[in-house]
């Protein structure tokens, strides 16, 4: 069964750093990219960051190109996203998500943790 | 930028009755290789999403079969034949074709 567990949300001030880590299981983690997706509070879903296998090839959503960046651990099942400069509209549950073989979609999702950034 | 916009924005069904959410992006989602690159989400509530349809018309493992899609280049549909107590919950459009862009959202829920 595959698993994602994310970590390392919480308050945060504006301007501050925050280091999410994604725990991964019941699938081979580095045969697939991997991705960030979030919702702000009683709004819709925005992707944020993507990874491929390797780590070879990484995108960003223009509202985070800069401050947030994407990494893996392939030895230890983890994917992580290190967000700086954090903003107001950073607040968010962040989503871990598995992207399908094709690399096109995702197919399973975390349950999240919840960023919130305010003074 | 691709932008994804759905429609209703709010659907409330009587079970056993059928519901259609419409899923129109701005650009062509037919990608040069001959798939489209449009997907539906389903996110009950408390929950995060779920996958119910990748490329348009092909349910996701699991997926019961009144759930159908439909459409190609622009213009997509998701269809449930006979909407159960279950169903309820925000609905989302995807495209990949560029990057990942996500529909607002269709809340459906039960009369």
């Known amino acids: 069964e595959v698993q994602l567990v994310e970590s390392g949300g919480g308050l945060v001030q504006p301007g501050r750093s925050l280091r999410l880590s994604c725990a991964a299981s019941g699938f081979t983690f580095d045969d697939y990219a991997m991705h960030w997706v979030r919702q702000a509070p009683g709004k819709g879903l925005e992707w944020v960051s993507g990874?491929?296998?390797?780590?070879?090839?990484?995108g960003y959503a223009d509202s985070v190109k800069g401050r947030f960046t994407i990494s893996r651990d392939n030895a230890k099942n983890s994917l992580y996203l290190q967000m700086n400069s954090l903003r107001a509209e950073d607040t968010a549950l962040y989503y871990c998500?598995?992207?399908?073989?094709?690399?096109?979609?995702?197919?399973?999702w975390g349950q999240g943790t919840l960023v919130t950034v305010s003074s | 930028d691709i932008v994804m916009t759905q429609t209703p924005l709010s659907l409330s069904v009587t079970p056993g009755q059928p519901a259609s959410i419409s899923c129109k992006s701005s650009q062509s989602l037919l990608h040069s290789d001959g798939k489209t690159y449009l997907y539906w989400y389903l996110q009950k509530p408390g929950q995060p999403p779920q996958l119910l349809i990748y490329?348009?018309?092909n349910r996701f493992s699991g997926v019961p079969d009144r759930f159908s899609g439909s459409g190609s280049g622009t213009d997509f549909t998701l269809k449930i034949s006979r909407v159960e107590a279950e169903d309820v919950g925000v609905y989302y459009c995807m495209q990949s074709i560029q990057l990942f862009t996500f529909g607002p959202g269709t809340k459906v829920d039960i009369k």
């Open positions: 998500a598995k992207a399908a073989s094709s690399g096109y979609f995702f197919d399973y």
């Open positions: 490329e348009v018309s």
């Open positions: 990874i491929s296998w390797n780590s070879g090839s990484i």
